[in-house]
């Protein structure tokens, strides 16, 4: 069974830093691109960033290029999204989902990211 | 960006009726390789997103096969044959074919 678990939410100061995990199991993580969803309060879904199989490749939404930075960890089965410069529009649960070419397959229960002062 | 846009944005519907939501693309999601990367997915009250459909029309493993997928180009369609009450939820669709990945605006489907 595939699972993917989130860690790392929580609630930060504007202008600050999070690092968020997303911990694999049930499938071949080294052969999956891994993708960060996020979904604002009340709101829809927003793609924030999505790596390749070997990190070899990085995508970013306009709204967190030069903010966040997504990284993996095959050896760990484990995904990760450095967030810094955070802003109050950054409050959203964030999903961990994997994905072959042009889609995406399972997603994690996602964990709360709310950046208020 | 490629702008996905869905319609309606609410869709009331009887339970046992059909319900059919359209998504169009602001620019074509044919791949270089051939294939057309539309994607649905479905959000529960208080779930995370599952897949129901992809590359146009592909349903995945354990979907009811009341849910079917059409389309082509810039626009495609998902289909409910016969509306129950489990499928009460928002429905996305996502381009899969260019970066960044986009998302519909979400239809919310409720019973009448």
């Known amino acids: 069974e595939v699972q993917l678990v989130e860690s790392g939410g929580g609630l930060v100061q504007p202008g600050g830093s999070l690092r968020l995990s997303c911990s694999a199991s049930g499938f071949t993580f080294s052969t999956y691109a891994m993708h960060w969803v996020r979904q604002a309060p009340g709101k829809g879904l927003e793609f924030v960033s999505a790596i390749s199989t070997n990190g070899g490749s990085t995508y970013y939404a306009d709204s967190v290029k030069g903010r966040f930075t997504i990284s993996r960890d095959n050896s760990k089965n484990t995904l990760y999204l450095q967030m810094s410069s955070l802003r109050a529009e950054d409050t959203a649960v964030y999903y961990c989902?994997?994905?072959?070419?042009?889609?995406?397959?399972?997603w994690g229960q996602g964990t709360l990211v709310t950046v208020s002062s | 960006d490629v702008v996905m846009t869905q319609s309606p944005l609410s869709l009331p519907v009887t339970l046992g009726q059909p319900a059919s939501i359209s998504c169009r693309s602001s620019?074509?999601?044919?791949?270089?390789?051939?294939?057309?990367?539309l994607n649905w997915f479905q959000q529960r009250p208080g779930q995370s997103p599952r897949r129901l459909i992809y590359k146009v029309s592909n349903r995945d493993s354990g979907v009811p096969d009341r849910f079917s997928g059409s389309g082509s180009g810039t626009d495609f369609t998902l289909k409910i044959s016969r509306v129950e009450a489990e499928d009460v939820g928002v429905y996305y669709c996502?381009?899969?074919?260019?970066?960044?990945?986009?998302f519909g605006q979400g239809t919310k489907v409720e019973i009448k």
């Open positions: 989902v994997n994905g072959l070419r042009g889609t995406l397959d399972y």
């Open positions: 620019q074509s999601l044919v791949y270089s390789d051939g294939d057309t990367y």
């Open positions: 996502m381009q899969g074919t260019h970066w960044p990945r986009t």
